[in-house]
């Protein structure tokens, strides 16, 4: 992360010169690139910035590895739960077709019984013993 900061807040003009052979375009790829791999291992895949264990490379058995690459790596890691918390992992496990519909359902049915509740109008029973009956009268919310 230093190394990538160091680079992209120096002079432009003394790195330029430096790498006379890679244009504006492709210097300022190297900053952006460098805050997305840290991006990329630290936020996403949750490594700790101090983490020794990487080997950063430019082919994988010939093949020129590109962000698209990248991409799909992380894509297909994100269902690894390695570096997760086990009730996440529990929950991003527990793949079921019907749950969210079930959810779904669920707080649509909740929603409509309180609103009705809340809509239903409020009544008092009273027996009026003179004339000898119930009496049912609104009461005020």
Known sequence: MVAGEKFC????????????SFDDGQLLLFCFSSAYIIALLHDTLKMPLDHKR?????????????????AFIVQ?????????????SYLNSYDSPGLVPLLFIIVVVF????????????????YDMEKGRYIITRVSQ
């Open 9 to 20: 807040h120096g002079d432009w003009s003394k790195i330029k010169n430096k790498y006379s």
């Open 111 to 126: 929603t409509a019984l309180s609103i009705l509740r809340w809509r239903k109008p409020r009544l008092k029973t009273i």
């Open 76 to 88: 297909t890691t994100m269902n690894r739960t390695e570096y997760s918390d086990s009730s996440v």
């Open 54 to 70: 990487i080997d950063v490379v430019n082919q994988i058995h010939g093949v020129p590895v590109d962000w698209a690459l990248g």
